[in-house]
């Protein structure tokens, strides 16, 4: 299996600021590592690409970067519904998700 | 709009089976892309790839739960099905079904239902 860790666990910020949230992997990933948002009580929603090619249906505040084993989800212009916790997953060997990064206004 | 939904019971016994079935609106199982995939999520913790199956009948399953797992699918019912035998209180999770596809510009679960919880207890 490929270990994804995500850091922080969980952040406090404020409406209108930018957030990074990092996604390491065990081994080089080769293929895109993706991230989700979840709210409490619902299902996970598929967000961005790791390439930075995001679907259509998804904010341009929300971008992700990195390669190799270092993955980064950022947000821009946090609003108030950003609130949620974010997991990345990779698919290079089986699928693995990070244990989640919960974001707090 | 492709839809996925859970069913299956909520209480399960210590030492029995858990079977759920996922129930696929809007996209066939057959879709060449998809890999109709479980996850599950035990209380406030992190998400745990189970299992997929694809149209063809290719399976994959997570090291961890291999042992005790099964998935089926059921093309003429648009629907797939989990089995966790000897479950335990460890088992005690929200289970999701997902699509996974496998397009080279996805490679993501980019539809899911909306869980179904399940406690094990006596």
């Known amino acids: 299996d490929i270990q994804m860790t995500q850091s922080p666990s969980s952040l406090s910020a404020s409406v209108g600021d930018t957030v990074t949230i990092s996604c390491r992997a065990s081994?080089?990933?080769?293929?895109?590592v993706h991230w989700y948002q979840q709210k409490p009580g619902g299902a996970p929603k598929f967000l961005v690409l790791s390439n930075a090619r995001f679907k259509t249906a998804v904010p341009s505040r929300f971008s992700g970067g990195g390669g190799g084993t270092e993955f980064t989800l950022t947000i821009d212009s946090l609003q108030i519904d950003d609130c949620a916790t974010y997991f990345c997953q990779q698919s290079d060997r089986l699928w693995t998700f990070g244990q989640g990064t919960r974001i707090e206004i | 709009q492709m839809r996925l939904q859970e069913s299956g019971p909520r209480l399960v016994r210590p030492s029995e089976t858990l079977t759920l079935t996922c129930t696929v609106s809007?996209?066939?199982?057959?879709?060449?892309?998809?890999?109709w995939t479980w996850i599950r999520q035990p209380p406030g913790k992190g998400l745990e790839f189970i299992a997929n199956?694809?149209?063809?009948?290719?399976?994959y399953f997570s090291p961890s739960l291999k042992s005790r797992v099964s998935i089926s699918a059921d093309t003429s019912k648009n629907q797939f099905s989990l089995k966790l035998k000897s479950v335990t209180a460890a088992d005690t999770a929200t289970y999701f079904c997902a699509r996974y596809d496998s397009s080279a510009d996805s490679l993501a679960f980019d539809f899911w239902g909306p869980g179904i919880p399940v406690t094990v207890s006596s």
């Open positions: 081994d080089t990933i080769i293929n895109s």
């Open positions: 809007g996209e066939s199982l057959t879709s060449i892309p998809s890999y």
């Open positions: 199956i694809y149209h063809r009948g290719d399976t």
